[in-house]
């Protein structure tokens, strides 16, 4: 699929934890572009720094440096106004889907929520059709899920869930932080390809974090490695996996089990 414009990009994001000599940059130096439509994903290793980028990109954490520019602007938090539009526009899901939910809510509250905070006014039968219409999205069935507690569904029902409701805000950008590594193995292709149709139906870019390379091989069409803060490598999703160059994407490639090779005894 072609890619649109420059929708995001980073320049030079830096983020440094800790003072004096326990300083520590868990983002050291980070710039990169993310078109419209495009998934990108970024792979590393736990404790490389993808969450703490994730976090500048959606504006919860302050970088310590650098900047980030959203639709061709300098992007501006510092007013209520401000936050507000950005947030309207990108998205997150996280890893534990449970976490970003009021566990004391029903499934059809937390849809309901979405709809509220669209601000659009629905009768009851047209709230219902758009709550549907999300869980069928997500192969879910409204009908069986709509009077339950969040305990009462699995990780992957709960994380099918949270990409309904991006799909009703549909936000122009999603950043997702390994949503897959707490749902079960048949969930986690689901999801993958639920990301898929996200972008080729609505056109959305997407931030796929993760630490497995295969995952981020068949789902984007970019892929940043990241290593101790930095990106030690970059490129279209086939040349960073067929010709990678960097000794750190190697050794992840090298790591991923190969199911289909015979037993190799050494
Ligand atoms: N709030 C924090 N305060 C201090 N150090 C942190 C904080 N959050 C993360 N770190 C450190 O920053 C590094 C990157 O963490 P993180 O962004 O969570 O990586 P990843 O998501 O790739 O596992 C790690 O060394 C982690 O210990
Ligand atoms: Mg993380």
Redesign the pocket.
Known sequence: MAMGKVLISGRHLTKV??TGNRK?A?VDDVSFDFHEGEIISIV??????????AKMIMGLLKESGGAIEYDGKPRQMKRYRERKAYWKDIQAIFQDPFSSFNVFHRVEKLLVDCIKLQGLKLNKDEEYAKMKEACSFVNLKFEELYNKYPFELSGGQMQRLMIARIFMLHPKVLIADEPTSMVDACSRSTILDMLLKLRDENRMTIVF?THDVGLAYYVSDTICI?EH?RIVEAGRAEEVIHHAEHPYTKQLINDVPKIHSPWVLD
């Open positions: 934890y800790g520590k868990a590393g290793e736990s404790g490389s720094g993808k969450t703490t980028l974090i990241m803060g």
